[in-house]
């Protein structure tokens, strides 16, 4: 790093041209050597004066204004001697990558403190380097929860029957898991139901969230996860409970085995229960995150028959399935495959 004072001095040029007048005084010239700013290649910046337009002949054939012009010459040669004291003060530190720094005190006395002629890039390149420290670390998080959560999914479903593993091959686990892990399911829904319905919707509802915020443009662990465990929340608490009793009450609202059942269902689903369903979502989303009520109203009105109405793009069709084919105690399994388009939807 060198440093580097640039003087420069141009011989001076007048202006204004004198005029000799017989008996009178000699003019007098004043001399303004003012320092200036001169940006060079690659952002340097150096002090350097200058005498261009620095000559200004003062005539007078009158005494008092001669006398001015002394006294007008002893403050320009008083700037002359502050100035150069300026430069001595203020020496540009100019570095090989041309970035430049000066002395607050000469900053100052150039007027240029306040007005942002010079700044050093210190501040800004720390907050830069906290704010990249902080999506790093948000990174690894996301990372560390994503990688826990699928560690243990895995090690569930193939630990499912890891006591008759004894002499399997590889081949035989991964034929017999997937029936195994079934007959589990099957078994928690007979313990507890509620709770295995609860389980599932939040994981979807979880997962939905994180897929529809990569389809939003976020990176793959970018993702904003106090937002995915808001709806992970809502549907570990809200969504697999309500589901499990309001089957059990569409059964026996329609308690026939006629061909209109299903159509009926169907329709009841998509009406009602869609209604009622979309409105809790959104509200117990605005609760999680403090919104006032005025706030999440206006959005569920905004939104109730937009997210209605898209619904019946996809739903009556899934529904044929649901209500025809899939037993009672499994249509909360089959839905919760089809939320996971629904809930990315609903997301976004």
């Not at 380097?129 to 990372?143: F, H, P």
């Not at 590889?170 to 829904?189: D, G, R, S």
């Not at 996809?314 to 939320?339: K, M, N, S």
Request: charged fraction near 15%; include cysteine.
């Amino acid at each position: 790093m060198a440093t580097s004072l640039h003087s420069v001095t141009s011989p001076p040029r007048r202006f204004l041209p004198s005029l000799a007048r017989s008996g009178t005084s000699k003019s007098k010239s004043l001399h303004l050597h003012l320092p200036l700013l001169r940006r060079r290649g690659g952002g340097v910046v150096a002090l350097v004066t200058t005498d261009d337009a620095d000559v200004i002949p003062v005539q007078s054939i009158d005494s008092t204004d001669q006398q001015d012009g002394g006294v007008l010459s002893a403050m320009v040669a008083h700037m002359e001697e502050q100035m150069d004291e300026v430069q001595l003060q203020g020496a540009i530190i100019i570095n090989e990558g041309g970035s430049t720094s000066t002395s607050a005190s000469a900053a100052q006395q150039l007027g240029l403190a306040g007005g942002g002629g010079l700044s050093t890039s210190g501040s800004g390149s720390s907050i830069e380097g906290g704010e990249e420290m902080g999506k790093m670390a948000d990174r690894a998080i996301n990372a560390a929860i994503v990688l826990a959560a699928g560690t243990f999914a895995v090690t569930k479903l193939l630990t499912i029957d890891h006591d008759y593993w004894h002499g399997w091959t590889i081949f035989e686990i991964v034929k017999y898991a997937p029936l195994h892990n079934w007959t589990a399911y099957e078994e928690a829904l007979k313990t507890n139901p509620v709770l295995a319905k609860m389980m599932i919707s939040g994981i979807v509802y979880s997962i939905g969230d994180w897929i529809a915020q990569c389809y939003e443009g976020k990176p793959l662990f970018d993702f904003d996860r106090t937002r995915m465990f808001r709806s992970g929340i809502v549907g570990f608490t809200l969504h697999g409970s309500l589901s499990h009793y309001y089957y059990h009450f569409c059964e026996a609202l329609f308690p026939y085995d006629d061909w209109w059942v299903v159509p009926a269902k169907v329709a009841f689903d998509q009406t009602a229960w869609s209604a009622l369903w979309n409105s809790i979502y959104y509200l117990a989303l605005g609760l999680l995150r403090f919104e006032s009520p005025v706030t999440t109203f206006s959005e569920l009105r905004a939104t109730f028959w937009p997210m209605l109405t898209a619904g019946w793009k996809l739903w009556p069709f899934a529904h044929l399935i649901t209500y025809g084919v899939i037993p009672l105690e499994q249509r909360l399994l089959w839905v919760d495959c089809v939320e996971l388009i629904w809930v990315t939807i609903l997301s976004t």
